[in-house]
Nanobody
Framework: QVQLVESGGGLVQPGGSLRLSCAAS????????MGWYRQAPGKERELVAT???????NYADSVKGRFTISRDNAKNAVYLQMNSLEPEDTAVYYCTANARLRATWGRRDYWGQGTQVTVSS
């Protein structure tokens, strides 16, 4: 199966920046959409940003203008540059990929383990 390994989370002050990385590995034939979701304690998991293999992006209204999603198709990696961070951005951030695997039929969604982002002074 696909393994999604995330890195880059941590503690940052309001107004600061972090860059999250996620690399997919496994018997991957192709990956369509990759993205980031986040979940704060006691709240529903919400979409942050997605990006297709062709580079089309979508962002949650709450992060538009502050976050930028990008990917490296050759490396099966997706990144999230987070600028002007606010306390409301504090959450566990999850990487996701919609992938087709070798010896399987169709595509399915895969999820990373999550990485903690804490924005606090």
């Amino acid at each position: 199966q696909v393994q999604l390994v995330e890195s880059g989370g941590g503690l940052v002050q309001p107004g600061g920046s972090l860059r999250l990385s996620c690399a997919a590995s496994g018997s991957i034939v192709s990956i369509n959409t990759m993205g980031w979701y986040r979940q704060a304690p006691g709240k529903e998991r919400e979409l942050v940003a997605t990006i297709t293999s062709g580079g089309s992006t979508n962002y949650a209204d709450s992060v538009k203008g502050r976050f930028t999603i990008s990917r490296d198709n050759a490396k099966n990696a997706v990144y999230l540059q987070m600028n002007s961070l606010e306390p409301e951005d504090t959450a566990v951030y999850y990487c996701t990929a919609n992938a087709r695997l070798r010896a399987t039929w169709g595509r399915r969604d895969y999820w990373g383990q999550g990485t903690q982002v804490t924005v606090s002074s």
